[in-house]
Structure formats: structure tokens, C-alpha cells
């Protein structure tokens, strides 16, 4: 039994079909901040626990061996918005709920971390790889790095733990979010025809379509723990400059959709994060790589867009902030 936290959220729902695909039972638990449509297609094919993991009851570890911990604030507005509750659900909850597993003897603890851990001040421009240094200070990329951190102290012979540093995720999911650079570029063409690029759309991004990055879970849930104990993987197909994701969405509804949209670039607001990753390690040890182009992926969110599957660009709920904002508000932290 796989349990993953944070299952009904963009990239949890696209993993769990997947882990189901592969024959894995899974117990999702998860706050559902988003609702449960996202789950709706598979909810009778899993356990389903409700919670918050900053309250985890113990008895949701019986018969898991595998924890993927996907649960948490999802974003650097949402972490800034609510520092402390970022740091307890990402940082704190995510080291109880392995300490707990390590005590109940399961095996192997997958927790999602960021590539905005590369993002700090006085960071140099080059590509980076998972041993370079890194230094992060905002309140999401700080949360993540202190989690890997404390995790990797657990991790023993009999308690294996990979960390995987995922670039920006883009594509459709069931459970969709519009905040994320690609969507909301794909977003802006349908609603306003008009694709914003800050500054001259200059600085880098390591992006990875939603279905690759569950797929990494995957074959980190299968492979060898002697390969992925302790390691850290970054997870991308590549990096891109803002200006040309912006050029090849612009190109991508035209040809496919008949999408005109202009691209209008405008001045930042506040400084603007630029990181490269390398995704060799997670080539050569892994043997996982990336495959769908973002052209490929712009087409299946513009079908789902074109079907009408979605129109109501503006609800709160693709927007993490957003959604978060008024139920902090409501319910404090
Ligand atoms: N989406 C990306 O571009 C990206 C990139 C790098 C890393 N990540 C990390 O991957 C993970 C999944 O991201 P996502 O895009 O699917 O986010 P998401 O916001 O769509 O999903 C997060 C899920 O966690 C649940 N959750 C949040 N707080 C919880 C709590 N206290 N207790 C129980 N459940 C809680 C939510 O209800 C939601 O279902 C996150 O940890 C995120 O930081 C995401």
C-alpha cells in the first residue's frame, strides 16, 4: 500500500491514476482544500482518510510500506502569506509523519521538494546540479530545503529516503492550477488573447510536464532503494527563458487552435526568480527522462479548454493564493 499525502492536488490526482495503473493500492490522505473532483474518476478504487498532516493519526500508516509526501503549501505567495503554517505543514509535519513511519517499519519516504531551492541571493546564473550549493531564504524554498535535510538524517538501511526537486509543472490535471508559468500563459491566450512576459522575459525556469513528474514518483517508488537512498533528484525536461515559452505558446494556438495572441511584456513588480537545473542524475541513475515537450502539452490543456471542460478562468480555486488566502483568514493558521 503507497500512501500519498497531498493526493488530490494537481500532481497527486495525476499520480495516483498512474500508481493505480501500475497495479498499487494507494490510501490518499489529504486536507482536500480543492475539493474531491479531482479524485472522482478513481475515489472508489482508494482509501480515503481526511485530515490535515499537522494532526496525521497514526493508525493511516497500518499496511503502507511507501509514503509519497506530497502535501503542503504549494507556492512562494502562499508561503509568504502564511509563513508559519507553510513551515508546519512542509517542514515540521513531514518529519514527524517519517520519523513515525521509520518507528512502523516502512520502507521508503518520497518527498516532493523544489527546484526554487536554486533560487537565492547572490546565486550565481549557471546550471545547477543536486551537490552545488544551495542557500534559499524565502519562506516555501526555505521549507523545503529544511525538510530534505532532516530527512536525509533519518534515512537508514532500512529506511529509504528520496528527496525529488521538481522544476515548475505544467499541464492539464484533473485538479487544474492556473497559477503556474505555462498554464497561465495558455490561460491568458484563451481569456485575454494576450500573453504577459515580465521584464524582457530573460530569466530561466526548469519546467516538467505533470505527467512526467508523476511518473518520476513511480520509478522512484520501484527502483532499487541502494540507487535512491539519500539522493536528491532534480526533475525537468529542461530550462526555459520566459520569452520563449511565451513565443512557443504563441506558436502552438495559432497552428493548432487558431488562437491569435499577442505577447505584451511588462515591467516587474518585485525581483524575478531565474534558475537553471541539470537533470543528468536523474538521467543516469534513474534512467528517467522527461519526454513531453511543451508544445505537446499546450495542445492537451488548449482540448480540455476547446471541449469546455474548463471556462471559469477566473474561479479562485486553479489560483493556490487565492483559494488559501480567505480560508487562512477564516480559520487562522
Ligand atoms: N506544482 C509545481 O510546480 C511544483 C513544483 C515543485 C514542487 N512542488 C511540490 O509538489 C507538491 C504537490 O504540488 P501541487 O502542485 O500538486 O500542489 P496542490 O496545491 O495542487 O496540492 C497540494 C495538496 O495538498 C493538500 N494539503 C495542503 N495542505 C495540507 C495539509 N495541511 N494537510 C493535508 N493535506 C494538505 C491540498 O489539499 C492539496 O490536495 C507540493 O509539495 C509542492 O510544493 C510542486
Not at 77 to 91: C, D, K, L, R, S
Not at 165 to 176: D, I
Not at 265 to 289: M, P, Q, T, W
Request: charged share 25%.
Amino acid at each position: 500500500m503507497i500512501l500519498v499525502t497531498g493526493g488530490a492536488g494537481y500532481v497527486g490526482s495525476v499520480l495516483v491514476q498512474k500508481l493505480l495503473d501500475r497495479g498499487q493500492q494507494i490510501r490518499i490522505f489529504d486536507r482536500f482544500y480543492f475539493g474531491e473532483k479531482s479524485i472522482s474518476s478513481f475515489s472508489n478504487k482508494v482509501d480515503i482518510v481526511r485530515g490535515d498532516v499537522r494532526s496525521f493519526p497514526e493508525n493511516v500508516l497500518g499496511e503502507v510500506e511507501t509514503i509519497i509526501y506530497l502535501a503542503g503549501l504549494s507556492n512562494d505567495p502562499t508561503a509568504e502569506f502564511n509563513p508559519e503554517a507553510n513551515y508546519q505543514i512542509n517542514t515540521e509535519a513531514s518529519v514527524k509523519i517519517a520519523k513515525l513511519a521509520k518507528e512502523k517499519g516502512i520502507k521508503r519516504f518520497i518527498f516532493a521538494s523544489s527546484c526554487s531551492i536554486y533560487d537565492f541571493l547572490n546565486s550565481k546564473d549557471s546550471v545547477k546540479t543536486e551537490d552545488d550549493f544551495v542557500d534559499p531564504v524565502l519562506p516555501y524554498s526555505l521549507s523545503k530545503y529544511k525538510a530534505e535535510n532532516k530527512l536525509k538524517e533519518l534515512a537508514d538501511d532500512n529506511f529509504c529516503v528520496v528527496i525529488l526537486r521538481k522544476g515548475t509543472v505544467f499541464g492539464y490535471s484533473p485538479r487544474m492550477r492556473f497559477d503556474l508559468v505555462v498554464n497561465t500563459m495558455v490561460k491568458d491566450a484563451f481569456s485575454k488573447k494576450t500573453i504577459n512576459v515580465v521584464d524582457e522575459g530573460l530569466h530561466w525556469r526548469p519546467l516538467v510536464d505533470v505527467e512526467n513528474a508523476a511518473e518520476a514518483y513511480c520509478v522512484c517508488v520501484e527502483a532499487n532503494s541502494d540507487l535512491v537512498n539519500r539522493q536528491v533528484f532534480n526533475i525537468s525536461l529542461d530550462n526555459f527563458q520566459v520569452k520563449d515559452i511565451a513565443t512557443t505558446i504563441q506558436t502552438t494556438l495559432d497552428k493548432n487552435f487558431g488562437v491569435k495572441t499577442k505577447i505584451e511584456f511588462i515591467k516587474a513588480s518585485g525581483k524575478i526568480r531565474s534558475y537553471r537545473v541539470s537533470n543528468d542524475k536523474a538521467r543516469k541513475v534513474l534512467k528517467f527522462e522527461a519526454k513531453m515537450s511543451i508544445p505537446q502539452s499546450v495542445e492537451k490543456i488548449a482540448s480540455h479548454i476547446k471541449n469546455g471542460d474548463i471556462s471559469d478562468f477566473q474561479n479562485p480555486i486553479y489560483y493556490n493564493i487565492d483559494w488559501m488566502k480567505p480560508i487562512f483568514e477564516r480559520e487562522g493558521v
